[in-house]
């Protein structure tokens, strides 16, 4: 199958996947499973990684600044633009869609090859729907949340570092956070984590539900929806970028 197929397929497959949920109160069971699941199982490797990236970051920037003539206070804005432009949105994404997007694929992939999704199939349930949709609002709806607080546990990260390190001051480091700063560079990264956020939710499910095969299929179909959520956050990232901030 060409990659026009796929998409074609992939786009078949969103049709399916929003339509009303044919019985209500198992749809909101699912929807607080997937939260909990897809959310809050992520809370901790994104909060790890997220404070102490952002030391790393003002770190790195401290020690390439060694001209008197500039400020210290360019450490925090530099560390506030990374953190909210590239690494809260995008770096963190490419996190849970290795996390996340696995779980997704081996958890639908299970299904389809323990035949478990034909037969909802036969008892006329929209599998898809059943599916995919809460994993869709999940994401859609948490991530966001999440990704604002790696933004503000990295920045807390780059003021502790500068601290315990004596590179630069609390002080001038929060001057730098203060400087130009500008709202809607954080509706630009919210823009961009929703739509990260949907292909984390259904590129993933698009492999696990089309998978061919037994257990073995399964896990390179995992891999593969890694790969291919992967190359597609970059995409976005890079047309998202020229479309909202040139």
């Not at 069971?29 to 003002?58: W, Y």
């Not at 956020?197 to 995992?222: C, D, E, Q, R, W």
């Not at 291919?228 to 040139?246: C, D, E, K, P």
Request: aromatic share 14%; with cysteine; glycine share 8%.
């Amino acid at each position: 199958m060409n990659y026009i197929e796929h998409i074609g397929k992939y786009f078949i497959m969103l049709k399916q996947v929003f339509k009303r949920p044919q019985k209500a109160r198992i749809f909101y069971d699912s929807l607080m499973k997937e939260i909990e699941e897809l959310g809050l199982k992520s809370l901790g490797i994104i909060m790890f990684i997220s404070f102490f990236i952002g030391g790393v970051i003002a770190l790195q920037t401290a020690l390439n600044i060694d001209s008197a003539f500039i400020p210290k206070s360019l450490i925090g804005f530099a560390t506030k633009r990374s953190i909210i432009l590239e690494f809260a949105p995008t770096f963190c994404s490419i996190i849970l869609a290795g996390k996340v997007g696995s779980y997704i694929t081996s958890s639908i992939g299970t299904m389809r090859v323990t035949e478990q999704i034909d037969a909802l199939d036969v008892m006329g349930i929209n599998s898809l729907n059943h599916l995919v949709l809460p994993k869709v609002i999940a994401t859609v709806c948490f991530y966001p949340f999440l990704i604002l607080l790696g933004m503000m546990l990295g920045i807390f990260g780059g003021w502790i570092a500068g601290v315990l390190s004596d590179l630069f001051s609390g002080v001038d480091y929060i001057e730098g956070l203060q400087t130009e700063f500008k709202p809607f560079l954080i509706y630009y990264a919210i823009i961009k984590t929703l739509v990260f956020a949907f292909l984390i939710a259904t590129v993933p499910s698009y492999h696990g539900y089309y998978v061919k095969g037994g257990s073995i299929a399964v896990g390179k179909a995992s891999t593969q929806s890694v790969v291919w959520t992967t190359i597609l956050i970059v995409i976005a990232n890079y047309l998202l970028t020229q479309m909202l901030l040139t």
